[in-house]
T-cell receptor, first 112, second 113 residues
Framework: AQRVTQPEKLLSVFKGAPVELKCNYS??????LFWYVQYSRQRLQLLLR??SRESIKGFTADLNKGETSFHLKKPFAQEEDSAMYYCALRKFSSGSARQLTFGSGTQLTVLP | DVKVTQSSRYLVKRTGEKVFLECVQDMDHENMFWYRQDPGLGLRLIYFSYDVKMKEKGDIPEGYSVSREKKERFSLILESASTNQTSMYLCASRPGVWAGELFFGEGSRLTVL
């Protein structure tokens, strides 16, 4: 069974500092990885996905299959980045197991 | 924009009561999902539906049932609410199984006394 681990429940950084939110997964096949974000009093929404290889709001994430990781990084954190971040994994295979498995989340606080 | 609307933002119910949580999406999405969101546990899938009248159990279906009579509407039912079902419930939809992105509702916070 697939599993997603976010080891940090809480993470605080100062404005302008680099930030890295860790995500490790366990899955033997080809995974599809996502980061979702939930800002205060807003709905959960997609931030980025690994197959797009895009940068959204200054965030990037690289899939490292050797380390089974998909860490989210931003070189200079902003106060508006404060939010709950969830890493999620989806199997690439067919069948009913194509739903997302979410990690437990990391609450990021960017201090002024 | 995709709109996923959950009918109740806040509910307070008593132990043993029957609870209905309704979710409606306006983009003709085939797939719909119910998650519960708990601190430290993240999102856990309760039930999902690939199409009208189709449903499959997720990771934590015990104590819940669902109904999907129309494509746009997916209901979560707690037949006899218990205090351990106090949680935030999130509904989500996506166009089809090929699509990666889920679109979420604002959530329904249920408190069972």
């Amino acid at each position: 069974a697939q599993r997603v681990t976010q080891p940090e429940k809480l993470l605080s950084v100062f404005k302008g500092a680099p930030v890295e939110l860790k995500c490790n997964y366990s899955y033997s096949g080809s995974p599809e990885l996502f980061w979702y974000v939930q800002y205060s009093r807003q709905r959960l929404q997609l931030l980025l996905r690994h197959i797009s290889r895009e940068s959204i709001k200054g965030f990037t994430a690289d899939l490292n299959k050797g380390e089974t990781s998909f860490h989210l990084k931003k070189p200079f954190a902003q106060e508006e980045d404060s939010a709950m971040y969830y890493c999620a994994l989806r199997k690439f295979s067919s069948g009913s197991a194509r739903q997302l498995t979410f990690g437990s989340g990391t609450q990021l606080t960017v201090l002024p | 924009d995709v709109k996923v609307t959950q009918s109740s933002r806040y509910l307070v119910k008593r132990t043993g009561e029957k609870v209905f949580l309704e979710c409606v999406q306006d983009m003709d999405h085939e797939n719909m999902f119910w998650y519960r969101q708990d601190p430290g546990l993240g999102l856990r899938l309760i039930y999902f539906s690939y199409d009208v009248k189709m449903k499959e159990k997720g990771d934590i279906p015990e104590g819940y049932s669902v109904s999907r009579e129309k494509k746009e509407r997916f209901s979560l039912i707690l037949e006899s609410a218990s205090t351990n079902q106090t949680s935030m419930y999130l509904c989500a939809s996506r166009p089809g199984v090929w699509a990666g992105e889920l679109f979420f509702g604002e959530g329904s916070r249920l408190t069972v006394l």
